[in-house]
């Protein structure tokens, strides 16, 4: 908050028929157990909070203990007050923020994503950085279109320290003792012919599709089909587990969607790299393949189709953002990605940018970030273009990363303004052994994918 211009001070007060949060013990067992945890946030003492001077008028007051009269009070699924957050993350359920107006109209909401639900202090850090960003939201006085409740079971049971503490216990202990045989997240590339006009508006199963082969030291993801002269391209992240480092390689299709050759390095970096967007622009191709790890967008052309491309620079600069896509629309350049704002998740916090041309500047849009939501703002695949209709494939990151596709419709896009609203879905059959799938990409013969196979012992 200091950090945005706005001077805080604290007005302190005990709520009756409350319950102490059990919170505080339970991070402490599990520094205790774990060693140290992964929170920034630490407990202030009371003495050293700044402490508001009786008298004085505040500008905007906020009120997070769901009992003192102010201009926003924070809602949890519905219930004022933050008191039983604690409770609700150990029983590894996301609450839905609201900050309404002493009208109780909410002006800022969202989803936040969790990435790690069963370590208590890495929860706790990613809620209260995004309960940060929806403050900082709420007090901009930029219009933004909500997110919502829909299709979204918000029944939850509080769970209990002890019984978060000893499953949470068990899985570390399995990890470390099967570590040398347990394979990590695997993801696959699948590649299918086109039969028809996207279906954009249902629920649709994953089916018909052919895998890439990979050899097992390796996996491939984030597939991008671009067709030049008649013959068509599959663009992969290719990540060696060797070392730990995504690269970007490609392979050719054959009319059938066989890849013609294993996929071969094309670009690399000292840091990871993945979702290989392609554009074409004045004649020429250029990638912005993920680099977030440098902070900045980096932009390549290519010299010599497909396999040779030459670093021209920053795209965008000091802006680490994941999964950048690029797309022509009213005239002007538009650049989605997701942000890991004040040490919250990547996977829950949608930017746009906006320029004349993919090589001039981009300025942020007006109302950044224009969405909170883990179900439906990372971006999943390039930008369909439905007749009329824009169509964004959206990774769903509630329970975890890339469970399924949305297929969103962007039905406002301004510099100030921005609205979408879900569509249809792409997921995964309820049983076997695909676990989530995270990009979805076409062109006139052939749609690609990405999935998430199943944890399997190596023999």
Not at 3 to 21: C, D, N, P
Not at 104 to 132: C, K, N, T, W, Y
Not at 315 to 328: N, Q, S, W
Not at 404 to 416: A, D, G
Request: charged fraction near 25%; include cysteine.
């Amino acid at each position: 908050m200091r950090e945005a211009g706005h001077t805080v001070s604290f007005r302190l007060g005990r709520i009756e028929g409350e319950q102490k949060s059990d919170i505080g013990m339970l991070l402490a067992l599990e520094t205790r157990i774990f060693g140290s945890t992964c929170s920034s946030f630490s407990r202030i003492p009371h003495d050293d909070l700044p402490i508001e001077v009786p008298g004085t008028r505040p500008d905007l007051t906020l009120d997070i203990s769901g009992g003192m009269p102010a201009d926003l009070s924070l809602y949890l699924d519905g219930r004022r007050g933050i008191s039983h957050l604690g409770a609700t993350l150990v029983g590894e359920h996301v609450p839905f923020v609201e900050l309404r107006d002493q009208a109780g109209h909410a002006v800022a909401s969202g989803l936040p994503a969790i990435e790690a639900p069963d370590v208590a202090s890495r929860a706790l850090d990613q809620f209260l950085s995004r309960l940060v960003t929806l403050v900082l939201m709420a007090i901009d006085g930029r219009q933004r279109t909500p997110a919502n409740l829909l299709h979204l079971d918000r029944e939850a049971a509080p769970g209990s320290p002890a019984t978060f503490l000893a499953r949470s216990t068990l899985g570390k202990l399995a990890r470390k003792l099967f570590a040398s045989r347990l394979r990590a997240d695997h993801w696959r590339v699948g590649i299918k012919r086109s039969t028809g006009p996207l279906d954009y508006t249902s629920d649709t199963v994953i089916s018909g599709y052919a895998w890439l082969p990979d050899d097992g030291a390796r996996y491939y993801a984030d597939p991008v089909l671009w067709t030049e002269a008649g013959r068509t391209y599959l663009f992969v992240e290719e990540f060696p587990y060797a070392t730990g480092r995504g690269i970007i390689a490609y392979t050719e299709l054959d009319d059938d969607g066989r890849p013609l050759f294993t996929p071969r390095p094309i670009i690399e970096r000292q840091t990871h790299l993945s979702y290989p967007m392609i554009f074409r622009h004045d004649g020429a191709l250029y990638m912005i393949p993920e680099n977030s790890a440098e902070d900045h967008v980096p932009l390549y052309r290519a010299a010599r189709f497909p396999d040779v491309w030459d670093y021209l620079g920053p795209l965008l600069p000091d802006v680490g953002l994941h999964d950048a896509t690029l797309f022509e629309h009213a005239g002007a350049w538009w650049l989605f990605g997701n942000q890991a704002l004040h040490g919250g998740s990547s996977w829950d916090c949608l930017m746009i940018f906006r320029a004349e041309s993919p090589l001039d500047p981009f300025e942020p849009h007006a109302a950044n970030p224009v969405l909170v939501d883990a179900r439906a703002t990372r971006p999943g695949g390039p930008i369909l273009k439905m007749g009329e209709k824009l169509i964004r494939p959206v990774q769903n990151c509630l329970g975890g990363y890339g469970r399924f596709l949305r297929f969103i419709e962007i039905t406002e896009l301004s510099p100030q303004t921005y609205a979408q609203h879900e569509c249809g879905r792409l997921a995964a059959p309820v049983s076997g052994a695909i676990r989530g799938v995270h990009t979805y990409a076409r062109d006139d013969r052939f749609e690609a994918i990405d999935v998430l196979t199943s944890r399997r012992f190596i023999g």
